[in-house]
Protein backbone atom coordinates (compact mmCIF):
# COMPACT_ATOMS: atom_id res chain seq x y z
CA UNK A 1 0.00 0.00 0.00
CA UNK A 2 2.86 2.62 0.95
CA UNK A 3 4.67 2.00 -2.70
CA UNK A 4 1.48 2.63 -4.67
CA UNK A 5 0.98 5.87 -2.51
CA UNK A 6 4.41 6.72 -3.43
CA UNK A 7 4.32 6.07 -6.94
CA UNK A 8 0.72 8.39 -6.98
CA UNK A 9 2.54 11.11 -5.35
CA UNK A 10 5.89 10.99 -7.65
CA UNK A 11 3.36 10.97 -10.90
CA UNK A 12 0.91 13.46 -9.18
CA UNK A 13 4.34 16.22 -8.14
CA UNK A 14 5.57 15.41 -12.03
CA UNK A 15 2.27 16.55 -13.46
CA UNK A 16 1.80 19.62 -10.89
CA UNK A 17 5.10 20.38 -11.52
CA UNK A 18 4.75 20.44 -15.63
CA UNK A 19 0.59 21.42 -16.46
CA UNK A 20 1.74 24.72 -17.02
CA UNK A 21 4.27 23.81 -19.61
CA UNK A 22 1.53 20.70 -20.89
CA UNK A 23 -0.68 23.34 -21.77
CA UNK A 24 1.54 24.94 -23.53
CA UNK A 25 2.52 22.11 -25.44
CA UNK A 26 -1.43 21.24 -26.20
CA UNK A 27 -2.04 24.45 -27.07
CA UNK A 28 0.71 24.68 -29.78
CA UNK A 29 -0.80 21.50 -31.87
CA UNK A 30 -4.03 23.57 -32.38
CA UNK A 31 -6.26 21.69 -30.00
CA UNK A 32 -9.69 23.65 -28.69
CA UNK A 33 -9.80 24.79 -25.49
CA UNK A 34 -12.14 23.19 -24.18
CA UNK A 35 -10.66 19.78 -24.78
CA UNK A 36 -7.13 20.53 -23.25
CA UNK A 37 -8.49 19.53 -19.50
CA UNK A 38 -9.98 16.34 -20.71
CA UNK A 39 -6.25 15.53 -22.22
CA UNK A 40 -4.48 16.38 -19.58
CA UNK A 41 -7.51 14.48 -16.93
CA UNK A 42 -6.64 11.37 -19.66
CA UNK A 43 -2.61 11.97 -19.71
CA UNK A 44 -2.19 12.24 -16.10
CA UNK A 45 -4.41 8.33 -15.46
CA UNK A 46 -2.48 6.99 -17.74
CA UNK A 47 0.72 7.72 -16.78
CA UNK A 48 -0.65 6.76 -13.43
CA UNK A 49 -1.86 3.36 -14.97
CA UNK A 50 1.45 2.50 -16.59
CA UNK A 51 3.68 3.81 -13.72
CA UNK A 52 1.96 1.24 -11.74
CA UNK A 53 2.38 -1.66 -14.31
CA UNK A 54 6.41 -0.69 -14.77
CA UNK A 55 8.33 1.80 -13.15
CA UNK A 56 8.98 5.04 -15.25
CA UNK A 57 12.01 6.53 -14.99
CA UNK A 58 11.06 10.18 -16.09
CA UNK A 59 7.50 10.64 -15.59
CA UNK A 60 7.81 14.93 -16.88
CA UNK A 61 8.91 13.76 -19.57
CA UNK A 62 6.22 10.26 -20.22
CA UNK A 63 3.76 12.98 -19.51
CA UNK A 64 4.81 14.83 -23.10
CA UNK A 65 5.27 12.28 -24.58
CA UNK A 66 1.58 10.56 -23.97
CA UNK A 67 -0.11 14.16 -24.20
CA UNK A 68 1.61 14.26 -27.19
CA UNK A 69 0.15 10.92 -28.61
CA UNK A 70 -3.09 11.88 -26.99
CA UNK A 71 -3.74 15.22 -29.39
CA UNK A 72 -3.00 13.31 -32.25
CA UNK A 73 -4.69 10.63 -31.66
CA UNK A 74 -8.05 13.35 -31.46
CA UNK A 75 -6.37 15.17 -34.54
CA UNK A 76 -6.68 11.78 -36.55
CA UNK A 77 -9.69 11.31 -35.04
CA UNK A 78 -11.41 15.18 -36.67
CA UNK A 79 -9.25 14.55 -40.14
CA UNK A 80 -11.38 11.75 -40.28
CA UNK A 81 -14.18 13.12 -39.61
CA UNK A 82 -13.60 16.03 -41.81
CA UNK A 83 -12.58 13.21 -44.52
CA UNK A 84 -15.95 11.82 -44.42
CA UNK A 85 -18.30 15.05 -44.43
CA UNK A 86 -16.21 15.93 -47.38
CA UNK A 87 -17.04 12.75 -49.09
CA UNK A 88 -20.67 12.51 -48.28
CA UNK A 89 -20.74 16.33 -49.53
CA UNK A 90 -19.02 14.47 -53.06
CA UNK A 91 -21.46 11.39 -53.01
CA UNK A 92 -24.74 13.90 -52.56
CA UNK A 93 -26.06 14.56 -55.67
CA UNK A 94 -29.28 16.96 -55.65
CA UNK A 95 -31.28 16.26 -58.92
CA UNK A 96 -33.32 19.39 -58.12
CA UNK A 97 -30.67 21.85 -58.67
CA UNK A 98 -31.60 25.16 -59.52
CA UNK A 99 -29.42 28.33 -61.27
CA UNK A 100 -29.60 29.68 -57.40
CA UNK A 101 -28.33 26.77 -56.25
CA UNK A 102 -25.81 25.84 -58.86
CA UNK A 103 -24.18 29.83 -58.68
CA UNK A 104 -24.67 29.22 -54.78
CA UNK A 105 -22.37 26.31 -54.93
CA UNK A 106 -20.04 28.15 -57.64
CA UNK A 107 -19.70 31.19 -55.72
CA UNK A 108 -18.73 28.92 -52.69
CA UNK A 109 -16.36 26.53 -54.71
CA UNK A 110 -14.49 29.66 -56.33
CA UNK A 111 -14.38 31.09 -52.19
CA UNK A 112 -13.58 27.56 -51.05
CA UNK A 113 -10.08 27.89 -53.93
CA UNK A 114 -9.26 30.91 -53.33
CA UNK A 115 -8.77 29.82 -49.26
CA UNK A 116 -7.62 26.83 -49.83
CA UNK A 117 -4.35 29.27 -52.12
CA UNK A 118 -3.91 31.13 -48.93
CA UNK A 119 -2.96 28.13 -47.05
CA UNK A 120 0.41 27.06 -45.81
CA UNK A 121 2.29 24.85 -48.76
CA UNK A 122 2.32 22.06 -46.38
CA UNK A 123 -1.79 22.09 -45.39
CA UNK A 124 -2.47 22.81 -49.45
CA UNK A 125 -0.84 20.01 -51.31
CA UNK A 126 -1.71 17.75 -48.76
CA UNK A 127 -5.58 18.51 -49.32
CA UNK A 128 -4.67 18.40 -52.98
CA UNK A 129 -3.21 15.13 -52.97
CA UNK A 130 -6.07 13.57 -50.94
CA UNK A 131 -9.24 15.78 -52.26
CA UNK A 132 -7.86 15.93 -56.27
CA UNK A 133 -5.54 12.98 -56.66
CA UNK A 134 -7.96 10.37 -54.13
CA UNK A 135 -4.45 9.66 -52.48
CA UNK A 136 -4.34 7.40 -49.01
CA UNK A 137 -3.06 9.01 -46.15
CA UNK A 138 0.02 6.90 -46.65
CA UNK A 139 0.82 7.98 -50.14
CA UNK A 140 0.78 11.29 -49.36
CA UNK A 141 3.20 10.75 -46.21
CA UNK A 142 5.45 8.94 -49.09
CA UNK A 143 4.86 11.56 -51.55
CA UNK A 144 5.96 14.86 -48.77
CA UNK A 145 7.84 12.78 -47.02
CA UNK A 146 5.94 13.25 -43.81
CA UNK A 147 4.41 10.83 -41.26
CA UNK A 148 1.06 9.80 -41.76
CA UNK A 149 -0.10 11.27 -38.73
CA UNK A 150 1.53 14.69 -39.75
CA UNK A 151 -0.24 14.26 -43.53
CA UNK A 152 -3.59 13.96 -41.31
CA UNK A 153 -2.59 17.17 -39.15
CA UNK A 154 -1.90 18.94 -42.13
CA UNK A 155 -5.06 17.77 -43.57
CA UNK A 156 -7.54 18.26 -40.55
CA UNK A 157 -6.12 21.89 -39.92
CA UNK A 158 -5.84 23.14 -43.63
CA UNK A 159 -10.04 22.16 -44.00
CA UNK A 160 -10.75 23.37 -40.73
CA UNK A 161 -9.36 26.74 -41.92
CA UNK A 162 -10.89 26.82 -45.54
CA UNK A 163 -14.31 25.73 -43.11
CA UNK A 164 -13.53 28.78 -40.44
CA UNK A 165 -12.96 31.02 -43.70
CA UNK A 166 -16.07 29.91 -45.58
CA UNK A 167 -17.86 29.87 -42.34
CA UNK A 168 -16.95 33.74 -41.85
CA UNK A 169 -18.04 34.86 -45.26
CA UNK A 170 -21.73 33.36 -44.79
CA UNK A 171 -21.18 29.68 -45.91
CA UNK A 172 -22.98 26.54 -45.27
CA UNK A 173 -19.94 25.15 -44.19
CA UNK A 174 -21.92 21.43 -43.38
CA UNK A 175 -22.34 20.74 -47.37
CA UNK A 176 -18.93 21.63 -48.54
CA UNK A 177 -19.24 20.32 -52.27
CA UNK A 178 -16.06 19.80 -54.18
CA UNK A 179 -16.43 18.43 -58.30
CA UNK A 180 -15.03 15.04 -58.65
CA UNK A 181 -11.46 14.95 -60.13
CA UNK A 182 -11.24 14.16 -63.95
CA UNK A 183 -10.83 10.31 -65.12
CA UNK A 184 -12.21 9.31 -61.50
CA UNK A 185 -15.33 8.05 -60.18
CA UNK A 186 -16.62 8.83 -57.08
CA UNK A 187 -15.94 5.33 -55.63
CA UNK A 188 -12.51 5.60 -56.12
CA UNK A 189 -12.06 9.00 -53.93
CA UNK A 190 -13.86 6.68 -51.09
CA UNK A 191 -10.89 4.37 -51.02
Request: glycine share 2%; charged share 30%; with cysteine.
Amino acid sequence: MQKNKKINNRVYEAFQSSRDGLVRSIMKMNVKQQDVDDILQETFIRVLDSDAKQHIKSPKGYLFVVSRNLVLKKLTQQSKEIDTEIDDALLNHDVDNTVEKELYQKLKFERFIEVLNSLPEKNRRAILLRKLYCLSHKEIAQKMDLSVSSVEKNIAQGLKQCKKSLYSQGYDVNELKLPIPLNRSSKECTK
